[in-house]
């Protein structure tokens, strides 16, 4: 069977004879993906106890203190007996399992052990020495208690290792003895002070994580029953199976075979193995987690769960009157594995058919079967190509039903609408789609699948395809809305949270984070006392006054009308966002949503922004020459710009020659320009018609590089600095350029490094530097986050971000 291995496998019964069953050779071993998750979460649980140890230090040593007073009142003679029967029945157990495996020719799971012990001990051993040696001391502490101790028990680990490798576990007896061992052990080590109530939480988790990850490399023996098995569970359900054949397994990791009867019959045999039900999980989980609750299914089911599940939705069908294959009897095939028996329908699915196969007739069809399904509050989940099926005879039938729900609420029911409508979309067009499902459904009913039309709400296939097909999910609203033009369709939010309240999140951690790095450089006591307040306060005038600089800027450069108050909203707003996007990105981005929202086409939108920022960066070159050239008219002793901008000028001449003559980095620069500008000028002859729009671009963007100098020159007298305007301004433009190119959130520590460093060179002294650029970047970055925050939720909620 396409290429791969086939071996005749034979099931006898003392009644019946040999039942051959075709079926691909089974490999003796597989990676199980239950073992991979249980690694993961080893190392996940790792990673938690050592931060919570570093975090709860006190705690854990008061911990300590109780677990060493309680075990040292232990007897003497228990003490020594413990010491004794744990040291020595935590190597004998494991050797005597591995003898008794050796019995029953399982030597393969011995010799996984034995790999996952070596492992251990090698891993134990160097993470011992690596924390003995330059670990951090307060993690050193926590394991050792400042004693001569293994952080890590070089004996414990492997045999952890060596229990989970060999499934100790499964057996009860083993597992019991085993815990004994490892428990005496533990005991006899607290007693003696030769571990820390840390170093055994520590060396049970590598033990597991090794032991899991040992058994995920190299494999477990394949438990999965064969084929024969099979045919002896059918044969226990009153079945007379005389032939059978392993077909194409589905999309969910289901074994399927067809089985043929005594006279002539033939079932569709459906085998769910245990091994298989966490496959996908991490998906499921991101679903489970992201989803509303409604929309969301169990990321983790038994197998008897999955079975009753299956058979459940089935039978419901049935009743229901819907055209699914009928299920003739479920049976579980030994204790890794269940079986599901349908009646053998000879179909084609969907998406085998040719587009011009599906007509109208067919169409309507699946409409009426999945009619049937909702009439009695039944949801398929699962509504594609692979699911629907079409028999010789031109009938069509509903399987893979095992996600479905009975007692759906309307929400599951109205996602089958849309899923169903954006699959049919794909096939033969959002108007066919739209107009099969009314005649079936009727045009109240597809409102009401309207909100719902969206990709989070389609199965992952259905919504790969329908990134590629990007008009579909927007032509089948069209059509839906041609049909109720004035209905009041509610939005549906079916994110339990959206990638912004991420965003939010990552910006609080990433400012308190950037914030306490920066006020650890300064005693700030000294800054506060020393700091001349009435300059600070004309910095808060400079700092408020570039928002309103910031929002007459972005009036000048649009022909339409914008209101002053709600643009300068937008710039607090815009100061917000810099917390997670580099300086020259934030303000951007959001401006541009801004314009979008107030009805300007996403066109014109960029265009408009994308003028403002050359414009701007026109007039930041004009300006960093034109005080450039002041400051060196004044012949400043401490600064000599002059030559250092003839310098700057010649690096970027030289750099600007190098990006010109190597084709690859032209061709970059000349694509990535032309997205940024591309109906700019179109957009400045707009402005150009009107000289109020003129007046007030051009003043804005003065005004505000003005208004920041006028920040920094203030923040700079605040701490008894004495520098011209000029010379402040040439820094300020100069470490402005170097934040706008820095890829951090606003530019942090790039700006700070910049500004710093200039106001050294100009001749300020480094300790008034810091205090002038801390409280300068306190004023334009820090202080605008609160109000910014609250300008972005404000603004949001009346829908114009």
């Not at 008794?100 to 052990?113: A, K, S």
């Not at 394949?222 to 059918?234: E, F, K, W």
């Not at 066109?603 to 026109?618: E, I, N, T, W």
């Not at 018609?689 to 100098?709: C, D, R």
Request: charged share 15%; aromatic share 6%; with cysteine.
């Amino acid at each position: 069977m396409r290429g791969i291995k086939e071996k005749n496998t034979t099931a006898e019964t003392p009644d019946s004879g040999a039942v051959l069953v075709v079926e691909p050779l089974l490999p003796q071993r597989i990676r199980r993906p239950s073992d991979a998750l249980r690694f993961l979460l080893s190392l996940v649980t790792l990673a938690a106890v050592v931060l919570l140890a570093l975090a709860l230090q006190r705690t854990l040593n008061g911990l300590e203190t109780d677990v060493q007073a309680g075990t040292g009142r232990a007897p003497d003679v228990l003490s020594s007996a413990a010491g004794l029967l744990g040291g020595i029945s935590v190597l004998i157990v494991p050797m005597a399992f591995a003898v008794e495996r050796v019995f029953h020719r399982d030597g393969m799971r011995v010799t996984q052990g034995l790999i996952a012990a070596i492992l251990a001990l090698l891993i134990s051993y160097t993470l011992d020495e690596w924390l003995i040696g330059s670990g951090a001391e307060d993690l050193k502490q926590l394991l050792t208690g400042g004693r001569e101790v293994e952080p890590l028990n070089t004996v414990l680990t492997p045999a952890i290792a060596y229990a989970m490798a060999v499934r100790m576990t499964r057996r009860p007896r083993w597992r019991t003895l085993m815990a004994g061992a490892i428990v005496l052990d533990v005991f006899a080590l607290f007693t003696a002070t030769k571990v820390t109530a840390l170093g055994v939480i520590v060396t049970y988790v590598v033990g597991l994580a090794v032991g899991y990850g040992t058994l995920y490399g190299i494999g477990s023996a394949n438990t999965r029953p064969p084929g024969s098995a099979v045919i002896h569970a059918l044969r226990r359900l009153g079945f007379a199976p005389v032939s059978g054949r392993r077909v194409e397994d589905d999309g969910a990791g289901s074994r399927r075979y067809l089985v043929g009867l005594a006279g002539g019959a033939q079932l569709d045999v459906t085998v769910l193995d245990r091994d298989r039900q966490v496959a996908g999980i991490a998906y499921r989980l991101w679903r489970r987690v992201w989803l509303h609750p409604d929309t969301r299914r169990r990321a983790i089911r038994s197998l008897r769960a999955e079975l009753e599940r299956e058979a459940l939705m089935a039978y419901a069908a049935q009743a229901a009157g819907a055209n699914l294959p009928r299920l003739l009897g479920t049976s579980e095939v030994g204790t890794e594995a269940a079986l599901l028996a349908y009646e053998h329908v000879g179909s084609r699915p969907l998406e085998e058919l040719r587009d011009d196969e599906i007509d109208d007739a067919l169409l309507a069809q699946i409409w009426e079967q999945v009619r049937l399904l909702q009439a009695h509050r039944l949801a398929h989940r699962h509504l594609t190509g692979e699911s629907i099926h079409v028999d010789k005879d031109g009938r069509v039938l509903l399987v893979d039903a095992r996600s479905g729900e009975i007692a759906a609420g309307d929400l599951l029911l109205r996602l089958d609408l849309a899923q169903l409508l954006a699959y049919l979309g794909l096939r033969v067009g959002p108007e066919r789609s739209v107009a099969s499902a009314a005649a079936v459904f009727g045009a109240d009913t597809l409102a009401g699948a309207l909100p719902l039309l969206q990709r989070i709400a389609l199965t992952r296939g259905t919504r790969a395809a329908s990134r590629k097909e990007k008009n579909l999910l927007p032509a089948l609203r069209e059509q839906i809305a041609a049909l109720k033009p004035q209905v009041a369709v509610d939005e549906v939010r079916l994110e339990r949270f959206r990638p912004r309240t991420l965003v939010t999140i990552i910006a609080s951690a990433l400012a308190a984070y950037f914030l306490l790095s920066q006020l650890s450089k300064v005693n700030l006591v000294t800054v506060v006392l020393t700091a001349n307040w009435a300059w600070g306060g004309v910095a808060l005038v400079g700092a408020a006054l570039s928002y309103l600089a910031a929002a007459i800027m972005l009036r000048g450069f649009v022909p339409e009308q914008l209101p002053l108050g709600r643009t300068m909203l937008v710039q607090f707003a815009a100061s917000f966002v810099k917390l997670v996007a580099p300086a020259a990105v934030g303000g951007v981005a959001i401006n541009t949503r801004y314009l979008q929202k107030r009805g300007i086409p996403p066109g014109p939108a960029v265009a408009s922004v994308g003028a403002s920022q050359l414009v701007g960066l026109m007039c930041h070159i004009l300006l960093l020459l034109l005080f450039g050239y002041i400051t060196g008219t004044q012949a400043a002793p401490s600064l000599t710009p002059s030559r250092g901008l003839l310098i700057a000028l010649l690096a970027v001449a030289v750099l600007s020659l190098m990006v010109l003559a190597v084709r690859p980095l032209r061709r970059f620069v000349t694509v990535r320009l032309r997205a940024m500008f591309s109906g700019v000028v179109p957009r400045l002859l707009d402005v150009l018609q009107s000289p109020s729009k003129i007046v007030e671009a051009l003043g804005g963007t003065l005004l505000l590089t003005i208004a920041f100098v006028l920040c920094l020159d203030a923040c700079v007298r605040a701490f008894g600095g004495d520098l011209s305007f000029a010379a402040i301004a040439v820094v300020f433009l100069t470490a402005n350029a170097i934040g706008s190119a820095a890829p951090t959130p606003g530019g942090l520590g790039a700006v700070e490094g910049a500004l710093s460093f200039g106001l050294t060179v100009a001749g300020l002294p480094g300790s008034v530097s810091l205090s002038a650029v801390l409280l300068y970047r306190l004023m334009t970055f820090w202080l605008p986050v609160l109000p910014g925050w609250a300008s972005f939720a404000w603004l949001q909620r009346h829908n114009a971000l």
